[in-house]
């Protein structure tokens, strides 16, 4: 959570003049566009409101509604076997055509709030992956996104009149959606204009439920970059990213300023130079590493040359070379190696995540075979590796092409 991320209880009016609570996270800008988050059937529990605040670092004015406030206000339960038997009692107690009205209840109160600016969506997961399914149908939200929704395909003909855009993560093992019920959902909405349905091949219910028992990573992460895509495109926010990312690479290797650096990060950031293994996970260990072991420590020759760049929904991924005379000792892509003096070239790519408008990640990728020929410490003769031949041929394609391959003019004329 950035430090200047408020959130805060507030109360909604019903409509049928009652009232119920909700959790409100306001990103540190203090405005943007609105989102309803729907719980699964554990309540307005730690996930829920930790996935409220991920979603403010992204620019979001969160508002999470209390949906099972009609049999018990304030439930906060976990995925453990202890608490399953009332999560599964208060989901089968649970009127959704009230559900629905209390979602609508809660558009109106996010679009009251003085912080909710621009446009509104719902996103929800188990049964507020229905819901926000619902949502999409009944109410004049911009977009809806749901995650494993529960009971979709029983409402399928309600999706004549699906407004905005709507994206659905299907688990292809989830056992609350079985296989025929999938299949009837993929034919009635597949092919939809502003509608996107995506299948993840093996998971399971709740495969996107940090720290459940289904939570899979890389399904997580491409279901969330789906997800962004959609809600930036329906209703912002809009961000710079080739500017934040420049402006970061400017601190690093510019003026060289690790405070600085660090500011253009979220509170809890990481950088993993995937050849080396070298970076750091959390504010303390990366301010470390730029510190110490980064910033200070780039031969002062040091030189990016852009390529490309690929702007997405959430990251950026830069292509360039990265070149050098190696004469201090670089810790993080030479670590232990003593200065050799030798020059370097190597094509690296970087993979820079956001949330919002701070860097979240990088990832860095470079062939370290490489650099190792480079400065002397591999020799190539008799292996398929290569120098800066990698780099020269990045920059003009023309030179010659599978040199490393000896049985390449065994093919030739044939």
Not at 297 to 308: A, E, K, Q, V, Y
Not at 396 to 405: A, Q, V
Request: with cysteine; aromatic share 8%.
């Amino acid at each position: 959570m950035t430090q200047n991320m408020t959130t805060r209880e507030i109360t909604i009016p019903s409509h049928d003049g009652k009232s119920f609570g909700a959790y409100l996270a306001v990103p540190a800008a203090g405005h943007g566009p609105g989102l309803v988050l729907c719980q699964e059937i554990f309540g307005v529990n730690d996930f829920m409101r930790r996935a409220a605040q991920l979603l403010a670092e992204e620019g979001y004015v969160v508002l999470v509604p209390d949906l099972f406030w009609r049999q018990q206000p304030g439930i906060q339960l976990t995925d453990g076997p202890a608490d399953m038997p009332r999560a599964f009692e208060l989901y089968q107690g649970f009127d959704v055509e009230l559900g629905l009205k209390d979602i609508a209840s809660t558009i109106a109160a996010l679009r009251g709030l003085p912080e909710q600016q621009g446009g509104v969506g719902v996103l929800g997961y188990c049964l507020g992956g229905k819901l926000a399914y619902l949502a999409a149908c009944r109410t004049d939200v911009d977009v809806a996104v749901g995650y494993y929704g529960v009971g979709i395909e029983s409402s399928l003909e309600e999706a004549a009149n699906l407004r905005g855009r709507l994206v659905l993560h299907i688990a292809e093992q989830d056992g609350f959606c079985p296989p025929e019920a999938r299949q009837r959902i993929l034919a009635a909405l597949g092919g939809k204009l502003g509608v996107e349905l995506y299948v993840y091949p093996g998971m399971d219910h709740a495969f996107a439920r940090t720290g459940g028992d289904h939570y899979d990573k890389p399904s997580a992460l491409m279901a969330h970059q789906r997800s962004m895509a959609a809600l930036q495109r329906a209703i912002g926010p809009e961000f710079d990213y080739s500017a934040l990312w420049d402006k970061h690479c400017e601190y690093e290797f510019g003026t060289r300023d690790v405070a600085a650096t660090m500011a253009t990060m979220v509170a809890e950031p990481y950088v993993n130079h995937i050849p080396t293994m070298t970076g750091g996970v959390g504010h303390k260990e990366l301010s470390r590493f730029y510190q110490h072991h980064f910033v200070n420590s780039n031969p002062p020759d040091t030189r990016l040359i852009p390529l490309s760049r690929t702007v997405g929904a959430t990251q950026i991924v830069d292509e360039l070379l990265f070149c050098f005379t190696h004469t201090t000792e670089i810790d993080w892509l030479l670590p232990g190696v003593a200065p050799t003096g030798r020059p370097v070239e190597i094509p690296l790519i970087a993979i820079v995540k956001f949330r919002g408008d701070k860097l979240y990640h990088e990832h860095i990728y470079w062939d370290q075979a490489s650099v190792l020929v480079q400065v002397g410490l591999l020799d190539p003769k008799g292996l398929p590796v290569a120098g800066r031949e990698t780099a020269a041929k990045l920059l003009d394609e023309t030179l010659p092409s599978n040199t490393l391959m000896a049985r390449w003019k065994d093919s030739a004329n044939k």
